[in-house]
């Protein structure tokens, strides 16, 4: 629960963040980010990392930020699970397929260019996973 209560106060962070001037935005954004970077993986989220119910905590439209960063960790803890680089839960109609499919219809790209990294690995799997389940 520690780990949940960490990522709801940056998320309220990020939220108050849209009320500061831009350069202090920019500023906050980074520092939220690189924070993000550091606290959300999959061996500090634990056994929280493969737990679906994680992503309920958080809405994909406000908290597209820590949305993309806890979709990137549990589909990095499937793939450490099933050791497979496309694993079964993010092919559709999986439930990782389903979350990313909707973030990708409704996140804010406002926040999420400071991510860069982090949004073209999430493409990219998604393409693969696209890809595999297209192949006879």
Do not use: C
């Not at 780990?3 to 990020?14: C, D, N, R």
């Not at 980010?33 to 061996?43: C, E, G, N, P, Q």
């Not at 994909?60 to 099933?82: C, G, K, M, N, T």
């Amino acid at each position: 629960m520690e780990v949940i209560e960490g990522l709801m106060t940056q998320s309220a962070q990020l939220r108050e963040a849209a009320y500061l001037s831009d350069q202090s935005y920019d500023r906050q954004i980074r520092e939220n980010v690189a924070s993000l970077r550091h606290v959300v993986s999959t061996k500090s989220l634990g056994a929280f990392a493969s737990n679906d119910s994680l992503l309920d905590h958080f809405d994909p439209v406000a908290d597209s930020l820590v949305y993309l960063f806890l979709l990137r960790a549990q589909i990095q803890a499937f793939q450490e699970q099933s050791r497979e680089k496309v694993p079964a839960a993010l092919l559709p109609p999986g439930n990782l397929w389903s979350r990313v499919v909707s973030y990708l219809r409704t996140f804010d790209p406002v926040p999420v260019r400071y991510a860069g990294q982090e949004w073209r690995q999430l493409i990219e799997l998604v393409a693969q996973a696209a890809q595999v389940v297209s192949k006879a």
